[in-house]
């Protein structure tokens, strides 16, 4: 049974950082590709960044560019989301999710993603 477990949420003011994990168990985890999609209320699921198997190659949505960082554990099976300079407009629930087949062209579709994690609430507060 595949499980992605994040933790790292929590409540901060603009301008601080948080660092999200999501472990990753039941798969091979150098397998996939994997991803961080946030959903804020009454939005849609939309993409944060992403980072292929092997963990050269790294994308990002433009609005947080130069501010949050994507990078995996492959010996730990988990992958990482370093978020500095938090903006109120980060708030949202972020979700890991595990794709397999890594279609480079639909990174950013979280339809392209076989697993997804409960989710981590992020609350910035200005």
């Known amino acids: 049974q595949v499980q992605l477990m994040e933790s790292g949420g929590g409540l901060v003011q603009t301008g601080d950082s948080l660092r999200l994990s999501c472990a990753a168990s039941g798969l091979t985890f150098n397998r996939f590709g994997m991803a961080w999609f946030r959903q804020a209320p009454g939005s849609e699921r939309e993409f944060v960044a992403a980072?292929?198997?092997?963990?050269?190659?790294?994308y990002y949505r433009d609005s947080v560019k130069g501010r949050f960082t994507i990078s995996r554990d492959n010996a730990k099976s988990t992958v990482y989301l370093q978020m500095n300079r938090l903006e109120s407009e980060d708030t949202a629930v972020y979700y890991c999710?595990?794709?397999?087949?890594?279609?480079?062209?639909?990174?950013?579709?979280?339809?392209?993603?076989?697993?997804w994690g409960q989710g981590t609430q992020v609350t910035v507060s200005s």
């Open positions: 999710a595990a794709d397999g087949n890594e279609i480079l062209s639909a990174i950013r579709d979280p339809r392209t993603y076989d697993y």
């Open positions: 980072i292929r198997r092997n963990g050269g190659y790294t």
